[in-house]
């Protein structure tokens, strides 16, 4: 089977290469091409858990038809929903929307008519979003091959470092958006404002906070927007200042790489941290995640809020599950019949006897 799996990942890289090679002269099959190569990423993580679930109706797929490619295929939905309950390694809630919205692009964009070709300015407004839209998809794409999915496509990970090489230079037709915002920048500094290179186009126009900071950054140029921690990079012989998205991600200028054991520990020695009192049981230090799952990943802020050290989702409240007691965020309805992001629940014990 692991044939079929590198066949699908190379059709992905190919349709990533076709949307940059056609951007200029085809946007709209640049469009197409991108979004096919997300979904394929997508199914060739499922097929990594067991062929048939790539097939529309799995109960029905037919491994004869499955190999001739004789067979209708699971969309977005149908994958991530499986690879979320099957393999418990589905797309992050921003992952998702980011995904979900380039499907949607994509769909217009067979439908309907573009606006990106030609000179005029509405060619250039369309040709800038489409830009930004294969920025962000990228940087969540990229973040799960060389992350969460890794291992899944260790032998991979060279055409992703030449892949993501190219994907930003294609930015380069942001230059002109972000020319024009020079000034806005200029003047939102002078008001005490902070700008970083921004993690999805690479120009300098990501506002976030200074020095430790706890955040939801934005871009000017690209809009792209994602909680941060911004920080002076603990390798002493980097020390620069830098915005992290998430806590298994590398400084962007001298390649370490974080754990969000150490992201705690930058809150901590920067005081971020809201001080707990040991004795009290109901004084939280740490809970579980329920955007990523994460067990104890979870610290209260000095703010008030709640972050997660790995996924970096900021919450205003921590529940507690009725079945098995645990704290973690995004607490479900009906705990203790289905559980928490931490546990089954009562029907999944009563499954297990
Ligand atoms: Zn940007
Ligand atoms: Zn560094
Ligand atoms: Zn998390
Ligand atoms: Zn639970």
Redesign the pocket.
Request: hydrophobic content about 40%; proline content about 0%.
């Given at each position: 089977m692991s044939e079929r799996f590198d066949d699908v990942v190379r059709n992905a890289f190919d349709f990533l290469g076709r949307s940059i090679d056609e951007l200029e002269k085809h946007p709209k099959y640049s469009v197409i091409h991108f979004y096919s190569a997300i979904e394929l990423f997508v199914k060739a993580r499922l097929l990594k858990e067991h062929w048939a679930l790539i097939v529309m109706k799995p109960d029905q797929a037919d491994k004869a038809k499955f190999m001739r490619g004789d067979f209708q295929s699971a969309g977005l939905k149908e994958a991530n929903e499986r690879l979320t309950k099957v393999a418990v390694d589905g797309l992050l809630d921003e992952e998702w929307k980011c995904f979900e919205g380039l499907r949607l692009v994509r769909n217009q964009m067979v439908h309907f008519a573009h606006a990106a070709q030609g000179d005029g300015d509405d060619a250039r407004k369309e040709m800038e979003r489409i830009v930004?839209d294969h920025?962000k998809g990228w940087f969540y794409l990229h973040r799960l091959l060389t992350g969460r999915w890794a291992k899944h496509f260790a032998d991979y990970q060279e055409a992703t470092q030449e892949m993501d090489g190219r994907m930003r230079k294609q930015t380069k037709y942001?230059e002109q958006k972000f020319q024009l915002l020079m000034a806005d920048i200029a003047a939102t500094k002078a008001k005490g404002s902070h700008f970083m290179d921004?993690p999805?186009?690479?120009?300098e126009?990501?506002e976030v906070g200074e020095a430790v900071w706890v955040g939801v950054g934005r871009?000017m140029?690209?809009?792209?927007a994602s909680p941060v921690l911004t920080l002076d990079c603990v390798n002493e012989d980097c020390a620069k200042p830098i915005p992290l998205v998430g806590g298994y991600e590398w400084c962007p200028e001298c390649g370490h790489k974080y754990t969000p054991e150490q992201v705690e520990s930058v809150l901590d020695d920067d005081d971020k941290l809201r001080r707990t009192d040991h004795h009290d049981p109901d004084d939280l230090s740490h809970a579980g995640c329920g955007n990523c799952d994460g067990y104890e990943t979870v610290v209260p802020l000095d703010t008030g809020d709640w972050f997660c050290t790995d996924c970096f989702d900021i919450e205003e409240h921590v529940g507690q599950c009725d079945w098995c007691g645990g704290n973690s965020t995004h607490m479900p309805e009906e705990t203790y019949l289905s559980g928490c992001s931490q546990c089954e629940g009562r029907l999944g014990h009563e499954k297990d006897d």
């Open positions: 930004a920025a942001l921004c999805s186009c690479g120009f126009s990501f871009c140029t690209c809009g792209f």
